[in-house]
């Protein structure tokens, strides 16, 4: 017996940020994840104009729409702010750059199971919690500042194995290893980055660094990217370096 397909929860909808204006659109390897987030919810409403008249039917108001608003709201938790996003937005919306006109403008890309929500926002609200552990709560609200684009979905990229954290001693190699596919069968792209940085020529599947110094340390990350689904980063792996 199979069980019943189709259910999904939250974390199947997954949320993407680009800081700009909103007359130009990012490139898809602009996008960055913005997570994790506990709850995301879109919506719109409309503006309407009275159009009742003297022959209005059954003496009913009448109503035109004239303008909408689409809106997202979102919560979520932080634990490694410069990997998940949090950091950059929060400190755009406390002080939005001259790029951007000094308005904390920012791209949002939506995908659910069921479509894509895409479009210029301003964020009208960031709100951000400090307990005593090391985890810190979030929420952020935004409002339409341009066309937003609701969408089928297209393809979507699944990383089917992530990097794993290593150890190893300095002068030995270091082989760290992701597998991605993607819906639609189009070509995959890859980058590595190290603590967030890109590693230059790190673009296949399998990342070696022969002879490791102590500088190899830190936390590796890979971009997966297609042009029909955008970009899709990897869980961090820890590589600690020893001395031999």
Sequence with gaps: ???????????DV??????????????????????????????VEWETADA???????????????????????????RKEAI??????????????GETSNQPYVWLKIISPFDITEGPFLVTSWQDESPHDDVA???IEASSAGLVDVRDVGAVINITSQPQNRTITTGS???????????????????WKKNGT??????????TKASAVAGDAGSYTCQ?????????????????????
């Design 137 to 139: 709560t979030w929420s």
């Design 198 to 207: 890109d590693i230059s020529g790190a673009t296949a599947a399998t990342y």
């Design 173 to 191: 190699t270091l082989t760290l290893t992701t597998a991605a596919t993607v819906t639609d069968g189009s070509a995959l792209t890859y980058q």
């Design 84 to 97: 998940y996003g949090q950091k950059e937005m929060k400190r755009h919306v406390y002080n939005p750059p």
């Design 14 to 43: 997954v949320v993407y940020f680009a800081i700009g204006c909103p007359e130009v659109q990012p490139t898809l390897s602009q996008y960055k994840r913005l997570g994790m987030m506990r709850g995301k919810t879109t919506g």
């Design 224 to 244: 997966v990217s297609t042009p029909t689904a955008g970009t899709v980063t990897t869980s961090p792996a820890t590589v600690v370096v020893n001395a031999s």
């Design 1 to 11: 017996m199979t069980c019943e397909s189709g259910a999904f929860t939250g974390r």
């Design 52 to 78: 009742t008249a003297d022959q209005s039917a059954a003496y009913t108001q009448e109503n035109l729409v004239t303008y909408k608003n689409v809106s997202f709201s979102g919560d979520g938790v932080s």
